[in-house]
């Protein structure tokens, strides 16, 4: 069984080719996330988790589904996961290893992808140039071969000591600590997003493709983000925007701007 979040494609492919190697069932945790949460693993059966880096963090959405998770395992599972970051993603295996601890499940083996850039919610941050982006693309595909028969294999990698395939970059104490605090403090809101009015089709592309449900609309209508991440209710905190810019990406007609205090941050183009 593999649980995994995508927002903008790069983990879903990923995700996709690791179950179709170990012919495992692929779990969107969205679609879970209002259940219970409760699963069983048969004899053997790995478990794994993918995910994109998110402010060199596991995403809120993912811990929050780790926080709620109730497996039931047997003692010969094999445990695995695997991140996609732009870049690097300094702790983040160690946050989700110690979340995943606390429900009696220990990692056997754990990877990371470089893929293309999709975080482009600060003023100096853009999307990769197609050079770059098609290099990735890439390594990514040959090292997602290699991790896919390791994992179809069971084998198992000290991921705590030998990182070398965990992409962590320089200073992961500072990013996955304050620099991430910062980020899912201050970064994590849906309040600068809205869509050019003379730009948008009113499709209901954006609102079917956000991952959490946080956008208002549909077919006709102008979307409208809801600001749930203050919510106090817990299930309504689960449907809060992740800035994941999903929404962003997929826009046909690049009609969703990033505004805040009336100044443009990030317009679709």
Not at 244 to 263: L, R, V
């Amino acid at each position: 069984m593999i649980f995994y979040f995508s927002a903008t494609g790069n983990t879903r492919w990923a995700a996709t080719k690791l179950a179709a190697t170990t012919g495992e069932q692929l779990v969107y945790i969205p679609d879970v996330m209002d259940g219970d949460c409760t699963f069983r693993l048969a004899e053997r059966e790995r478990i794994g988790f993918v995910f994109p880096v998110h402010g060199w963090r596991p995403p809120l959405l993912v811990r929050r589904f780790i926080e709620k998770l109730n497996i039931k395992t047997t003692p010969d599972n094999y445990c695995f996961a695997l991140c996609t970051a732009g870049d690097s993603i300094a702790r983040t295996i160690d946050i989700l290893a110690a979340d995943l601890a606390k429900k009696g499940l220990s990692l056997d083996a754990a990877y990371s992808l470089l893929m293309p850039e999709a975080y482009v919610g600060l003023p100096f941050m853009d999307v990769d140039t197609e050079e770059k982006e098609l290099k990735k693309k890439q390594k990514a595909a040959e090292d997602l071969e290699l991790y896919a028969r390791e994992i179809a294999e069971r084998q198992k990698t000290p991921w705590q000591t030998e990182r070398e395939r965990l992409h962590i970059g320089p200073v992961p104490r500072l990013l996955s600590g304050p620099v991430g605090g910062f980020f899912i403090n201050v970064l994590v809101t849906d309040k600068p997003f809205h869509a050019d009015q003379e730009k948008c089709l009113r499709c209901g592309k954006c609102v079917s493709v956000c991952p959490v449900g946080n956008i208002s609309g549909g077919k006709g209508k102008l979307p409208q983000w809801l600001h749930n991440e203050k919510a106090q209710e817990s299930h309504t905190r689960e449907h809060a925007c992740m800035a994941c810019f999903s929404c962003y990406h997929h826009c046909p007609t690049k009609a969703i701007a990033y505004k805040k205090q009336g100044t443009v941050l990030l317009q679709s183009r």
